[in-house]
């Protein structure tokens, strides 16, 4: 098979305004393009996002030229891998085919209108904006979607990433593109269109169908050969003219098993393609997933079970990387990816809101061993269910089914984003529950449901998160014995943390808590006089209407108020922290009845205020590092879900168990030890074990005047230990601590004169091994600084360093 590229620079003009032609960089988007010609500014920068609405409602034209020296004599098609979104594409002025689903290549057979020489190529991208619009009109009933302060309107009438249109943490940029692969296949000799496979056990062989979808110019016989794991398939297959399907079996002799990270290492297989000439390479993994769903007392569990294994899920929710398609990158998806394995994680959840991300995103979760939870792209909206709409979904679920049944870290498809429960949120789908039920029903149950069990019937479909489950319609938002539950109580219903502590959720696939990102993230849109966070571009990047109010009404039901802005954003940050801790650390605790926390969100798609724990210049948030901490294999905590009683625990993801000791030291605020309790303990493995129920008022201690440090020490050597406040720390009389930091080249070594709680190191452009740590006096702590780039050095004058007793005077 030939290819001719067609990435590259493309022309760029406007079908609907007089604006110059210019360059545009394909794969890519038409702001982006703009913003480089100096035409629109940055978006991201103060309230420029409001300043380029009109790019999303304009048409756009985007071409180039390929010049061809002869005329391929079998097919040629026209491939893109992805067109953002109304689309005609245009072969020297002749139309060769449309597009209108950005979730599925655009493949045009476009031979007849090549010619010798020079050839024009035209995209022309009609806005999607106006098409949502004109389609709403036509509705013969309304079909409505949850709105943001900057939104674009009938967003789900389209198919496109829904958050394009806006969210409550993401701006409204209704790009225009093209993603992803763009060129000319040349198919004389044919071409392998898709290869997928199913693995089929028998004890420990696995027999792997392998599928290849193969287009010929003409019937004949022609050389098959498949290669995987040093089992060799050749043969002559005859083939018809256009598309086949070929199917072949290897019987793969004990593989070994790709395992999540944590539970084993993560080991993948070349599997080798060729037909005729054209050779198509994948990584396969081979594992068995299991969603278990079995009754039990509580109501019904929700497991994951790998490899025969009951995986504990521990992760986040993942967003599109950027609002601007053309600054994603392999690198920035390592990055974040890498940074979930680093705390600990080993599922991330790619929401409904965003796309299906490209084979680099699965690459990599194959190769970090984190479990993908993959939506259909569907999000807190009612959708269409007419014959055309469910036609472009069926053929999206199946191209994507295909695409991505061969990545081993994928272990669930999921319908959509809250949409079930979204028939309770709206007007119109209260007024008439049913008809939205049969649409929800026919969409994610009759058209991707459906696809799922015969494409990839080797993986668990779920049809909404949350939901009870295929076939139960209830709405499941608030039941905690069955599904998979999104607990926004603490944040949209404004309840305090140890509202948390009230659910006992089988499997939480959301819930979060807001924060303001770090002033070296804010300086990159906002100018030093708004820096502030009720200024006009401050509450721009605010996107959720009453979050700088739940900020700040939180902050004053748990700390003493910040006296300066700098205070107050580091205190946002720990609070986050803070919150999220204490459902974690709970939730885990109920462990098996608890199997999976999925916390909202991992990143930020612009630089913004939200729920995320990595902002959007890659800064990580004290939340990053606390929950790492808290989803460590053994971790050790302690909680008060009853005022008084402190309930201790210890942790163990791993099979192994684990003897050790466990000492709780009681302090008062200038660092005297008070009490002490110690266990000899066993950590039973892949347990969460509650050691005691410590009575406080019967052990002598007031909770107002003593925190606790548990110490976990176990006979293999590792350490682990965690620090709590017994009441609120607002209430806690904290001594003015000093901390000291000594840099030794990347080494930052940090002591205290006093007990010094939630003590947040900053440098631009890096992050630290550990931080937001709670110092003992005498206690020291060395911690290594860690560049986002090479050649970025730890500055000891750009090295801050911020603890809680200095947020007051
Ligand atoms: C969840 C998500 C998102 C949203 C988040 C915060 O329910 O599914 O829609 O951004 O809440 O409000």
Same mark, same amino acid.
């Given at each position: 098979m030939k290819y001719i590229d067609l990435s590259g620079t493309w022309n760029l003009s406007c079908i609907t305004r007089d604006l110059p032609e210019v360059p545009m960089e394909v794969p890519g988007d038409v702001h982006s393009a703009l913003i480089q010609a100096g035409i629109i500014p940055d978006p991201y920068q103060g309230t420029?996002?409001?300043?380029?609405?009109?790019?999303?409602?304009?048409?756009?034209?985007?071409?180039?030229?390929?010049?061809?020296?002869?005329?391929?004599?079998?097919?040629?098609?026209?491939?893109?891998?992805?067109?953002?979104?109304?689309?005609?594409?245009?072969?020297?002025?002749?139309?060769?085919?449309?597009?209108?689903?950005?979730?599925?290549?655009?493949?045009?057979?476009?031979?007849?209108?090549?010619?010798?020489g020079e050839n024009t190529i035209e995209v022309l991208i009609r806005s999607a904006e106006r098409t949502a619009v004109e389609r709403a009109g036509r509705l013969p009933y309304p079909i409505p979607h949850t709105s943001h302060p900057v939104q674009s309107p009938h967003r789900n009438l389209v198919r496109k990433a829904q958050c394009h249109a806006g969210w409550d943490w993401g701006p409204c940029l209704m790009v225009a593109g093209i993603y992803g692969g763009v060129g000319l296949i040349d198919a004389s000799e044919g071409y392998i269109r898709c290869v997928h496979t199913d693995q089929r056990w028998e004890g420990d062989d696995c027999l792997l169908d392998i599928h290849v979808e193969f287009l010929s110019s003409e019937p004949g016989a022609i050389p098959l050969s498949i290669s995987c794991a040093g089992v060799r398939h050749e043969a002559h297959v005859e083939v018809g003219e256009g598309s086949s399907t070929i199917t072949r079996t290897l019987r793969i002799r004990s593989p070994e098993r790709w395992w999540p990270a944590g539970y084993g290492p993560q080991r993948l297989y070349?599997?080798?393609?060729?037909?005729?000439?054209?050779?198509?390479?994948?990584?396969?993994?081979?594992?068995?997933?299991?969603?278990?769903?079995?009754?039990?007392?509580?109501?019904?569990?929700?497991?994951?079970?790998?490899?025969?294994?009951?995986v504990f899920c521990k992760g986040a929710n993942w967003i599109?990387?950027?609002?601007?398609?053309?600054?994603?990158?392999?690198?920035?998806?390592?990055?974040?990816?890498?940074?979930?394995?680093?705390?600990?994680?080993?599922?991330?959840?790619?929401?409904?809101?965003?796309?299906?991300?490209?084979?680099?995103?699965?690459?990599?979760?194959?190769?970090?061993?984190?479990?993908?939870?993959?939506?259909?792209?569907?999000?807190?909206?009612?959708?269409?269910?007419?014959?055309?709409?469910?036609?472009?979904?069926?053929?999206?679920?199946?191209?994507?089914?295909?695409?991505?049944?061969?990545?081993?870290?994928?272990?669930?498809?999921?319908?959509?984003?809250?949409?079930?429960?979204?028939?309770?949120?709206?007007?119109?789908?209260?007024?008439?529950?049913?008809?939205?039920?049969?649409?929800?029903?026919?969409?994610?149950?009759?058209?991707?449901?459906?696809?799922?069990?015969?494409?990839d019937p080797g993986r668990p479909y779920w049809p909404s998160s949350p939901s009870a489950g295929r076939d139960v319609y209830d709405y499941n938002w608030h039941d905690d014995s069955r599904g998979d539950m999104h607990y926004w109580d603490v944040w949209h219903g404004g309840k305090s943390?140890?509202?948390?502590?009230?659910?006992?959720?089988?499997?939480?696939?959301?819930?979060?808590?807001?924060?303001?990102?770090?002033?070296?993230?804010?300086?990159?849109?906002?100018?030093?006089?708004?820096?502030?966070?009720?200024?006009?571009?401050?509450?721009?990047?605010?996107?959720?209407?009453?979050?700088?109010?739940?900020?700040?009404?939180?902050?004053?039901?748990?700390?003493?108020? +910040?006296?300066?802005?700098? &205070?107050?954003? *580091?205190?946002?940050?720990?609070?986050?922290?803070? !919150? /999220?801790?204490?459902? @974690?650390?709970?939730?885990?605790?109920?462990?098996?009845?608890?199997?999976?926390?999925?916390?909202?969100?991992?990143?930020?798609?612009?630089?913004?205020?939200?729920?995320?724990s990595i902002e959007y210049t890659g800064r990580w948030k004290p939340l990053h590092y606390v929950v790492g901490r808290a989803f460590a294999p053994v971790h050790t905590a302690a909680f008060m879900k009853t005022p008084g009683i402190l309930?201790?625990?210890?942790?163990?993801?791993?099979?192994?168990?684990? +003897?050790?000791?466990?000492? &709780?030291?009681? *302090?008062?605020?200038?660092?005297?030890?008070?009490? !002490? /309790?110690?266990?000899? @303990?066993?950590?039973?493995?892949?347990?969460?074990?509650?050691i005691e129920q410590v009575p406080l008022d019967r052990q002598g201690i007031d909770p107002h005047n003593t925190f606790v440090r548990l110490e976990l020490e176990l006979e293999n050597g590792m350490r682990t230990s965690n620090t709590h406040f017994l009441s609120l720390p607002k209430q806690c009389p904290l001594a003015r601590a000093a901390v000291h930091a000594t840099?030794?080249?990347?080494?930052?070594?940090?002591?205290?004169?006093?007990?010094?709680?939630?003590?947040?190191?900053?440098?631009?452009?890096?992050?630290?091994s550990d931080n937001c740590l709670h110092l003992l006096p005498g206690e020291e702590r060395t911690i290594r600084f860690i560049p986002r780039e090479e050649g970025i050095t730890l500055d000891p004058s750009r090295l801050s360093v911020m603890h809680l007793r200095e947020t007051y005077r």
């Open positions: 420029n996002e409001l300043e380029v609405q009109w790019v999303g409602r304009e048409d756009w034209r985007l071409s180039t030229t390929v010049s061809l020296s002869e005329i391929p004599r079998g097919p040629v098609f026209f491939r893109a891998e992805s067109i953002d979104t109304i689309c005609e594409v245009l072969i020297n002025g002749h139309s060769a085919g449309r597009g209108e689903n950005m979730f599925l290549p655009v493949e045009l057979r476009i031979g007849e209108y090549l010619r010798e070349d599997l080798d393609v060729t037909v005729g000439s054209h050779q198509v390479h994948k990584r396969v993994g081979f594992r068995t997933v299991r969603l278990i769903t079995d009754e039990d007392t509580h109501g019904s569990r929700f497991v994951f079970e790998v490899n025969g294994v009951e599109p990387q950027d609002a601007l398609p053309s600054r994603e990158t392999p690198a920035r998806a390592r990055y974040l990816l890498q940074s979930m394995r680093e705390a600990h994680m080993n599922m991330v959840r790619v929401w409904g809101g965003g796309k299906y991300e490209p084979e680099y995103f699965y690459d990599l979760c194959d190769q970090l061993g984190i479990m993908v939870w993959q939506d259909f792209m569907f999000a807190c909206a009612m959708y269409p269910s007419d014959h055309g709409f469910l036609r472009t979904v069926e053929e999206e679920a199946r191209y994507q089914v295909k695409r991505l049944k061969d990545h081993p870290s994928l272990v669930l498809w999921c319908g959509n984003n809250e949409n079930l429960g979204a028939i309770g949120w709206f007007e119109e789908t209260r007024a008439n529950p049913a008809r939205y039920l049969v649409d929800f029903d026919r969409l994610y149950e009759a058209t991707i449901g459906r696809v799922c069990d015969t494409l943390f140890d509202a948390f502590y009230l659910v006992r959720p089988r499997f939480c696939s959301e819930f979060g808590f807001q924060s303001f990102p770090s002033p070296e993230t804010i300086r990159t849109f906002c100018p030093e006089d708004q820096m502030n966070p009720t200024s006009p571009v401050m509450e721009h990047h605010q996107r959720s209407p009453k979050g700088n109010r739940v900020i700040i009404e939180s902050m004053a039901r748990y700390f003493r108020f +910040p006296e300066s802005p700098e &205070a107050f954003l *580091y205190l946002s940050q720990v609070q986050q922290a803070y !919150g /999220i801790q204490h459902a @974690v650390e709970y939730w885990r605790a109920l462990r098996p009845r608890n199997m999976g926390i999925l916390y909202w969100q991992l990143n930020d798609n612009w630089p913004v205020a939200s729920w995320s309930t201790v625990v210890v942790y163990n993801d791993t099979r192994e168990p684990l +003897p050790g000791k466990l000492s &709780a030291t009681f *302090y008062d605020f200038e660092g005297k030890e008070r009490k !002490g /309790i110690e266990w000899e @303990v066993c950590l039973e493995g892949e347990a969460s074990s509650i840099v030794e080249g990347d080494r930052i070594t940090l002591t205290a004169d006093a007990p010094a709680f939630f003590v947040v190191l900053d440098h631009p452009g890096g992050r630290f």
